[in-house]
């Protein structure tokens, strides 16, 4: 079986969108069959936290991951990006307890990867397919995430916002087979759409102590007479980064599954409870989920 990791290393800085506290992440190849995970270099005993579901804990806003008393947060987006180009093993080092924000996108990411390339790996021990035969659905009123049988990798999403230059909007991004091809539809179609949040609830947010990170700088801020920060990138571009969020959710399952994965006004949340579901029906195939 063929994996791969990165060719060179990968260097970022930036601040995190919740915390407001700068970071700066180090990627560098690892070896075969060790996976994606996160090494906190700024605490003692340099805790590892693999990028795996078991080590989710919390998804307000973002999706963050634990392993004892170490933390990482808002690393949906780098990993949506190493898991779509193709790189099933990276050593992620990082001086602090969230992954930077950047511009809002994945771009800097997609662009980093692409730059130092892939080195391909042997593994003796091939990893099963996750393939879905039958329906899985989570729902929340009208929310919902589901996962369909389908003959190739699929991601169907949809939002619907009161605000006239959102409204309703729909996108859907096949995953390729080919690692090559992905990168390339997952680079230039997902990576660069922005994080984006509506003018009257930023307040409210800050309050609460989230989005301490947030500008105009590195997200789209929308109000009752439009984008207060344009150009877009995309005409859809919020449901694009919505899509964004829930690839780099699914990489916790350390492959993507065979399926059509079709979400409507979904969550990190539903998101992460559909990640559990697939590996619940996939542990215990005779469990009706």
């Known amino acids: 079986m063929q994996q791969h990791t990165i060719a060179g290393e990968i260097y970022q800085t930036g601040v995190g969108l919740h915390s407001g506290i700068i970071t700066n992440v180090r990627i560098l190849p690892a070896p075969a069959g060790s996976g994606r995970y996160f090494v906190r270099v700024d605490l003692p005993d340099l805790p590892i936290i693999p990028a795996q579901l078991a080590a989710v804990n919390e998804t307000v806003l973002s ?11 808002t690393v949906e987006h780098l990993l949506a990006t190493l898991a779509s180009m193709g790189v099933n093993n990276a050593r992620i080092e990082i001086d602090g307890s969230e992954v930077p924000l950047l511009d809002g996108s994945a771009q800097m990411w997609a662009t980093s990867i692409a730059e130092v390339g892939l080195k391909a790996q042997l593994v003796s021990d091939r990893q099963d397919d996750l393939i879905i035969k039958e329906p899985i659905w989570v729902d929340q009123e009208d929310a919902f995430v589901c996962a369909l049988p389908a003959k190739e990798t699929r991601f169907s999403y949809g939002i619907d916002f009161d605000l006239p230059a959102i409204g309703n909007q729909w996108h859907s991004w096949l995953l390729a087979a080919d690692v090559g091809d992905a990168a390339v539809s997952f680079a230039a179609e997902i990576a660069p759409a922005r994080t984006f949040g509506l003018l009257h609830q930023i307040e409210y947010l800050q309050k609460a102590g989230l989005i301490k990170g947030g500008s105009l700088d590195n997200a ?8 207060i920060n344009p ?4 005409a859809n571009e919020p449901v694009r980064h919505k899509m964004l969020d829930l690839v780099g959710d699914l990489s916790l399952l350390g492959i993507f599954p065979q399926a059509h994965f079709l979400a409507y006004k979904a969550s990190h949340n539903l998101h992460i409870q559909l990640a559990r579901r697939i590996l619940a029906a996939q542990q215990n195939p005779t469990d009706k989920i």
């Open 231 to 234: 150009p877009l990138r995309f």
């Open 63 to 73: 999706t963050q991951l634990d392993k004892g008393e170490a933390s990482v947060r």
């Open 220 to 227: 789209l801020v929308c109000g009752p007479e439009g984008w």
